[in-house]
């Protein structure tokens, strides 16, 4: 039998009720998510004064240390780092050559004091000079064999559930949610549909340059370029954003000193704006690193108390992982 | 009383029975619509072995040529050069120095002959060192006064309506359109979204880069940089949809020798492939230029008789204005 027709209203609008509340199920009550709720209920509501178009609702994300743990090392470092010992078979007088030798010596210690220059050498050396097919197939690869250190899970297995909760929710709102991230953008393409719901195309990222080429049959193909074009980070994160978006956001989520630029380039448009930066707080559950507020400062993803001054000035919400959130992970119990 | 359910299944084969002709209305009837409607129709149809799944549905047209009129000159010089007493006014030493001064001259002849070096120097003055929002500004202004000095119309009332139709036809399928421009990325983004119904997060153009900074009042903006990022044209059109979409096109429209690379890449992926480009062979109805097939010879959008090969070699359809379009623009009468 046919349902009656009638009925449908009330489902409808206990749909909408529960994806406002359910969706946040991760979150704890608290001015954290008061604010999310209330920028989504301000920028959807037809009636309110701040009603967005849906063509506008744009909201960016950083990826780690917002998304994802940062902690110890990016894990695209680890990636590069991993690639080293293929590069070289490749090109076996890299053997001898710093930094090279270091990374095959496998000394840790060695390892972790390699110097920025250095780091960018094994960049350039892993993440390009191969074609755009074989990168995404070497990526996809290393993301089923690699595992954190102290999880011992994939590294997608490593990403913020109240985090996908809130992508989550703004998209259900009519959001269209962006990575832009100071991660290689080839790399974080590769699994952002699959573990973010996020297309390739919303995935802005520090960019090389490629280079059209046709193989020895003629089949067209690009090559990955030792060229930076974007460097998206701190002030590269609104330029990339005007490159690659040109919209301006309307919600931006960080949790470093690197996205305080795309911070303030969200808030100083007119009408509702969200900002939010991730307090990493929690030392047993993920980690505790700052040095806001006295956390521990570490070589990566430095929230400094200059940023959280201007987040408190600003009125940007800060998200305490531990007052916040419920459970950090997905494989988490909620706590 | 409400309607019988049962018989919305019928509505809803004559609603995609009309879509399928109805929304092509302009195009006669011959091997490039149908060309068209197979595409559309193999990739949407989940029986057919050469379904695609949405989010892999991407369309990229070229605009100059493609979607309006190029000839004699593209409108984005124009607007450069409309623009030069307003640079100098800002910097009255360039009063004197070349290229500024030709163009001041208003000598259409001396214009004419301008050198590409000197057009680039124009360029440069008129589209950087101002915000992006002065630009926007700016050319939202010109575009309600200039005018095609042939239709004596505004330059966006000169875009081929059965271009406009295969646009809609596709996202009515699904389909995510892009333009893929040799133009200013920023230049077409102003008026894309009103005029083609593509939001500026679709258009991948030649694109410069910005330089995050703050006003007196703290305020953070954009400022438009003479540093060129992506030059998107012949090679550079695969290599910009990579950067901006990270997708290979399922369909590619062009009309020049700029565009045989991203119809090459489109062409070079598996599954169908929808690879096209127009023919500009109605002097009297729009214009008529080559050198395909014998057609003149001249400085903006050449169609070469080795791309015409190609395009009949690997079975690309060829869009022949004075054949397969009834009428060119939407002010025209149906021919």
Redesign the interface.
Known sequence: M?PA?SSLPFSAIAQTQTTQDGSLGSWKEGPAKQAILDFVRATTDQASSKFVPP?QRIATFDQDGTLWVEHPIYSQVVYCLDRVPAVVEKDPKLKNVEPFKTVLSGNREAIAKLSLHDLEKILFATLTGMS?DDFEAEVKKWLTIAKDGRWRRPYTDLIYQPMLEVMGYLRSNGFRTYIVTGGG??FV?VYS?RVYGI???Q?VGT?G????GYGKDG????TKEPKL??NDDK??K??GI??????RPRASFGNSDGDR?ML??TG?GDGARLMMLVLHDVAQREYAYGPAQGLPETKVGAFSQALYDEAKKKNWAVISMKNDWKRVFAFDEKG
Chains 1, 2 share one sequence.
């Open positions: 046919l027709l063509e755009v953008q080839d393409r549909e297309p390739p195309e995935v960019a340059g490629t280079k059209f089949t067209p193909f690009l074009l974007l002030a590269g609104p330029e005007h490159l690659m978006i040109g919209r630029e303030e380039y100083a």
